[in-house]
């Protein structure tokens, strides 16, 4: 099974900006879609953005649009989502992972992302 450990994640300010990286242990290409995810504090872990096999197509959840951008790098078996004009409500820990989920989907440790003034 491809494992993923994700890095990049912080503390900032509203209205800054994080690159979140998700390295994957094998081939992500085998994989297909590959997504990103996050968990807030006492909710459920939600749906962020996903990336076609080939990174031409990209989909994103209203939270998202337009402030964050998601891609891969295939030849490195890695996953990245830049996100910018970070709002408060975009604190969460952040994972990636296959899209769509299923039963037996691996989650890595995820990243930590804060938001605050």
């Known amino acids: 099974q491809v494992t993923f450990v994700e890095s990049g994640g912080g503390s900032v300010q509203p209205g800054g900006s994080l690159t979140l990286s998700c390295l994957a242990s094998g081939s992500i290409v085998n994989i297909g879609s590959m997504g990103w995810y996050r968990q807030a504090p006492g909710r459920q872990r939600e749906y962020v953005a996903r990336?076609?096999?080939?990174?031409?197509?990209?989909m994103y959840a209203d939270a998202a649009q337009d402030r964050f951008f998601i891609s891969r790098d295939n030849a490195k078996n890695a996953v990245y989502l830049e996100m910018t004009n970070l709002k408060p409500e975009d604190t969460a820990v952040y994972y990636c992972?296959?899209?769509?989920?299923?039963?037996?989907?691996?989650w890595g440790p995820g990243t930590q992302v804060t938001v605050s003034s």
């Open positions: 990336i076609s096999p080939t990174g031409d197509q990209a």
């Open positions: 992972t296959e899209a769509p989920v299923r039963r037996t989907t691996y």
